[in-house]
């Protein structure tokens, strides 16, 4: 038998498996960084969606009348609870970016400054009201600039 025949082809099956795995692990990370992506955009959609479904809430609720201001507290309690804040929120703070879980934070923060609003004795009366709203505007723009620059430099 021929010594160099024998090496050669096993020299060729190792170097044709070897690319092959190489190949192989090239393909999984370029699918598993696709899917981190995938589920951060997803997350930060969801988040940004839930934030803003709140504050449209909580904006119909002032404007809302016949209602006493422990039916107002409660409701707007009851609004921030019910559109998945919360839980999206300690998601972003595992998931995000810290910088971006910053401005997750933040933006949760002036929404929920909002919803205390509700606390005062005449929330349609509300002198800071605007400059409330203004501050949730301005979180969440800031959120979106993040989320955006999170998922472009990804």
Known sequence: MDWGTLAGTALG????????????????????????QAVRQQLYAEYLGALSLTTHRLRDLKRSTGLTREERIEQAGEILGSTNAY??????????PAQLGDAADQAFARVRDLRDRFDGPDI?????WPTTMSAVSEALDSLRRAMRADLTTS
């Open 124 to 128: 349609s009366a509300d002198p800071d």
């Open 87 to 96: 839980h999206l929120r300690y998601q972003m703070l595992i998931i995000a």
């Open 13 to 36: 099956a190792i170097l044709g498996v070897g690319t092959t795995l190489i190949a192989e692990r090239s393909r999984w990370q370029r699918e598993s960084t696709a899917r981190e």
